[in-house]
């Protein structure tokens, strides 16, 4: 197993120690939802509130070892594997975050939530960026459209303009830091319009080149 792999799983089973450690030092609910305005609006049995994220961790770090061996197309992911394999890491990394906000809110801290999520969202966001930049045609990975998927010219195009669109997205999403009252709209905006804007734009470059 590659070392960048081994730190994911080290993070992971480390989440699980952590829960397990301090499991009998808290309530038997705990919050566990926040809503937009970053304050505590759910509360969940102690059990699912501690360890449903390094639960989601484990189950999303098999699904991501399990994908390229398993990909029809598994000789392109293996040509950027080391962006996915840094994606991996990143997500791990992401859960593991809000995993220890989580323990610190439940062990007194208060913070906005929102505002604590805003550089890690933002950094994520970039992330993908630059992956999709370098993310070859493949079923699990990247913007998975009935056109992208049925040529690669337009699976380049479309991904050559995610990437930007996701980069810049990120770097709004960073303004919530300055701007905290419209945090998540700079979070949410941005990125939805750049989802819905490269999906129509597959279409119509397939369209063209079909032309």
Partial sequence: MKKINLISLAIVVASFAVAAYFYPQLPDQIASHWHARGE??????????LFLLPIVSAVMLLIFFVIPKIDPLKKNIEAFRKYYDGFVLLMVLFLTYIFALTLSWNFGARFDMTQMLVPAIGVMFYFIGVVLKHVKRNWFMGIRTPWTLSSDVVWKKTHDLGARLFKISGLIALLGILFPDYAIWLLLV???????YTVVYS?????RTKA
């Fill in 203 to 207: 279409y119509l470059e397939y369209k």
């Fill in 190 to 196: 941005p990125v939805m319009f750049s989802s819905i």
């Fill in 40 to 49: 505590v609006d759910g509360y969940m049995g102690k059990f699912w509130g």
